[in-house]
């Protein structure tokens, strides 16, 4: 333990996307297994902190912070189409990407510019453009909390879904995740560039035949365009999830609001469902005047209803009231529940 050190009273605006500034009363950095092995030995009362992109704080923690900084890349093992490789929690999701993308490893280019570390992204199964990460995972590696032992989980056993996974529900605050194994490709890329704004932004720069590198600029450029920066306007994307409903009651809205967009539920790996559909959120936010709205300090996103942003100084209490309002008046006024995506810590 000679290299850790705990810190006292330090604020955690830098350490979570949505800028939100509580402090953490002790807090320290590990850049090992090991090292965290050795903590767990004298504390496993701990909050976790990795990327900081996907919670919203409303108060200062009073637990151990522990930030999981455990860098590394490894590729255990190449053949003629796919590269095997292990990446620690502390990783940064987007540069892993670009270097993915520059080494011609393919499967999560649709998945450029999203915030966050690898460590995190199986917990709710990142997603974006048609693309979601639980395609390439082959094993997520784990410390059990109890026994400071490692556990691994293959993908079936992460029991993925749409934003989901194992690590929210049954086994959620047992494990802290220490790498994550994928396979990419490295030939015949499966390429998806059917999602309608990657094709738009294609075919303006007169691409038809796109490299890997072409989707993960598309989708840079689209997610620029629309999402906020972190590091200029503290946010934490998506805040809640697209709700899935009753094709019966997406009929009856319909005949009230004839645009009202939905997108088909696969519920298996060839099916649609005949009985459901998901709806987007940001349309039904939009559609309730809350686009673009700003309290003080805080607001929903100028150029996508579904991102509630700090301008700077917006507490995590003021951001959670609005989100619950945006919930109670989507209810009212369509009859579905808008279930939330972020972690909120209260
Ligand atoms: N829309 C509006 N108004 C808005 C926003 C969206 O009307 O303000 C409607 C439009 O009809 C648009 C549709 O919603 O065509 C879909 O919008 P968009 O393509 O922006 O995607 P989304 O469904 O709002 C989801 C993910 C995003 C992901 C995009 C692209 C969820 C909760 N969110 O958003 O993920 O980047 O698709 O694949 O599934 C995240 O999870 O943090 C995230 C950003």
């Known amino acids: 333990m000679t290299k850790m050190s705990i810190q006292k009273n330090i604020s955690l605006k830098n350490y979570n996307t949505f800028g939100i500034s509580v402090n953490a009363k002790s807090f320290i950095s590990v850049d090992s297994v090991y090292e965290l092995q050795q903590l767990l030995k004298v504390e496993k009362d701990i909050f976790l902190i990795s990327g900081g992109s996907n919670m919203l704080l409303t108060k200062d923690i009073e637990k151990l912070v ?106 959620k605050g047992k494990y802290i995740i220490t790498s994550v194994s994928f396979k990419l490709t490295k030939t015949n890329h499966n390429l998806n560039s059917s999602y309608g704004a990657i094709e738009t932004e294609l075919t303006s720069k007169g691409i038809s035949n796109p490299s890997l590198k072409d989707i993960s600029e598309a989708v840079i450029a689209i997610r620029k365009s629309k999402l906020p920066d972190p590091k200029e306007i503290g946010n934490s994307g998506s805040f809640f999830k697209n709700p899935v409903i009753a094709t019966t009651q997406f009929l009856e809205l319909q005949k009230e609001y004839p645009t009202i967009p939905s997108y088909p539920v696969i519920s298996s790996a060839v099916e649609k469902s005949e009985t459901q559909v998901k709806v987007p959120a940001g349309w039904l936010i939009e559609q309730a005047g809350f686009k673009g709205k700003r309290y003080g300090d805080f607001g929903v996103h100028e150029k996508q209803a579904l991102v509630l942003v700090n301008y700077g100084n917006a507490t995590g209490s003021e951001i959670y009231q609005l989100a619950e309002k945006i919930k109670e008046t989507i209810f009212n006024k369509f009859g579905i529940s808008l279930e939330i995506e972020v972690n909120i810590i209260k």
């Open 66 to 171: 522990v930030h999981i900084d455990i860098k590394g890349i490894s590729i255990d093992r190449e053949d003629d189409n796919a590269a095997y490789l292990t990446v620690n929690a502390g990783e940064n999701w987007h540069e892993f990407v670009l270097w993915c993308v520059s080494e011609n490893y393919g499967g999560i280019e649709n998945l450029s510019l999203i915030p966050g570390n690898v460590g995190t992204c199986p917990i709710q199964n990142i997603g974006a453009y048609g693309v979601e990460v639980k395609d390439t995972i082959t094993k997520v590696e784990a410390l059990d909390i109890e026994t400071g032992k490692l556990v691994q989980f293959s993908n079936e056993e992460c029991n993925f879904g749409y934003r989901n996974s194992i690590f929210k529900n049954e086994v």
